[in-house]
């Protein structure tokens, strides 16, 4: 499949994902944790597949003191920082709109540049900050238009918000593990560790994680072989041949198109706040990408000048 089109195949397919957890009609803790549970299920045959093939094509079997260790605490920070991504997003959608939910979860570049700066030193030009400024005004504009609406929907804005965050800290350290490990052993294990994470914090909080009428687990199980495994999948394969950026860009489309879903399934239809923020948002983040991007090349041709000299 060509790449750009794998793009808007898996964001066609994640965009499914607020729509499930509301056709699923189940706890946000619960819908969370079975998400990850039937990923993990879903992609261990796979796994368990491919390692057997890459056995029998083997001549001879590897030495295993020359194998890279498996990073297995970072995996766990991983899993950990991905169970309470989809916790708080999840339990966005009880309180806020469709809408407003995944806009404002789309604002996880804005953390990835931000702890990109601090962690990692990589700083941010004036034209980034202020990109990021004007992407958090267009949040702050669907916030302020939720609170005036009354009820919980600023509650809601900010746990999507939480959900961007923690999402960001997920895709920093998978950046620094991913050269270590393959990514379907990386993602079997850090989806398995966000469901163990995701079972224990409901049992914890008494959270209803089942059983469930049948035809919640239907939704729950589509949300995991949809948006997890096969949206998520078509996506890490085209970023393996397009730019980051490109595919970031692409999945600004998801706000959008779930937005529609919500009108047509659920009938929820989004106030003018949430188009003035949601188009702030969009443009914010557009022009970051675009600016990270020069940025990158820049630092990549003076490296190249500075090595021919």
């Not at 941010?124 to 609406?149: M, P, Q, T």
């Not at 890490?236 to 779930?258: I, K």
Request: overall charge positive; aromatic content about 10%; hydrophobic content about 55%.
């Amino acid at each position: 499949m060509k790449p750009l089109l794998a793009a808007l195949a898996g964001i066609l397919v994640t965009s499914w994902g607020s729509i499930l957890v509301r056709l699923a009609s189940v706890p946000a803790m619960g819908a969370a944790f079975h998400r990850m549970a039937f990923a993990t299920i879903f992609l261990l045959p796979v796994l368990a597949m491919r390692r057997a093939m890459r056995t029998m094509r083997a001549s001879r079997p590897k030495d295993r003191s020359s194998r890279p260790r498996f990073p297995a605490l970072w995996t766990l920070a991983s899993g950990v920082c991905l169970a309470l991504h989809f916790a708080t997003w999840i339990a966005s959608l009880s309180y806020t709109s469709i809408g407003s939910s995944v806009v404002l979860v789309s604002t996880m570049p804005v953390f990835s540049v931000a702890l990109s700066a601090l962690f990692l030193k990589e700083r941010a030009g004036a034209a980034s900050v202020a990109a990021i400024l004007v992407a958090l005004s267009g949040a702050a504009v669907i916030g302020w238009g939720d609170y005036g609406a009354g009820g919980d929907s600023l509650g809601g804005d900010l746990l999507a918000l939480a959900g961007a965050f923690f999402a960001a800290v997920y895709l920093l350290i998978g950046r620094k593990v991913r050269g270590q490990v393959p990514l379907l052993e990386y993602l079997v294990a850090v989806y398995g560790a966000s469901a163990v994470v995701l079972l224990v914090l409901g049992l914890s909080a008494g959270a209803g994680l089942g059983p469930y009428p049948r035809a919640s687990y239907l939704w729950l199980i589509l949300m995991g072989l949809g948006p997890s495994v096969v949206g998520h999948s078509l996506l890490n394969h085209a970023v393996r041949h397009l730019r980051a950026y490109v595919v970031h860009t692409v999945g600004l489309v998801e706000p959008f198109l779930a937005t529609l879903y919500a009108y047509i399934i659920f009938g929820e239809r989004p106030g003018r706040h949430l188009y003035a923020g949601g188009v702030l948002v969009v443009i914010g983040l557009i022009y970051m990408l675009l600016e990270e991007r020069r940025r990158t090349g820049m630092s990549r041709d003076a490296a190249l000048t500075a090595r021919s000299a």
